[in-house]
């Protein structure tokens, strides 16, 4: 990954926290678990509400196609989608954006608290 400032770090980790299932896929992952396919990560996770009327492939689709790709931007994964598989868990990256996504928030708060309506002018 090229040099990211904290802003664009919190941003990744608002990528990772801005779905259930992608929370659900790093509570689910450990070093010790990679290489794992997404089949079998598919089947690990609990289905998205919104696709459990459709067929038991439909989470996988949604694992490939959409989070695996989202959380392999992040690197906190790397997801080989020719093959299908993570091939890298990264607890230390995913640590890493927790704490700077965190610390956005909570300069964003303290400079809403600070800033009253009438500085605003």
């Not at 070093?31 to 919104?50: F, G, M």
């Not at 020719?82 to 990256?93: C, E, V």
């Not at 965190?102 to 309506?117: F, H, K, M, V």
């Amino acid at each position: 990954m090229t040099d990211t400032t904290p802003t664009q770090e919190a941003i990744y980790g608002f990528e990772i926290f801005r779905h259930e299932t992608r929370i659900r896929i790093v509570e689910e992952l450990s070093s010790d678990d990679v290489p794992v396919d997404c089949a079998t990560l598919a089947d690990e996770l609990p289905e998205e509400p919104s696709i459990s009327t459709q067929s038991a492939s439909s989470q996988e689709q949604a694992l490939h196609h959409l989070h695996l790709p989202v959380l392999d931007k992040t690197d906190v994964i790397t997801y080989d989608a020719d093959a299908l598989q993570i091939t890298m868990f990264d607890p230390d990256r995913l640590a890493t954006l927790i704490e700077v996504t965190q610390n956005l928030l909570q300069s964003l708060e303290t400079g809403s608290r600070s800033d009253s309506p009438h500085n605003s002018r």
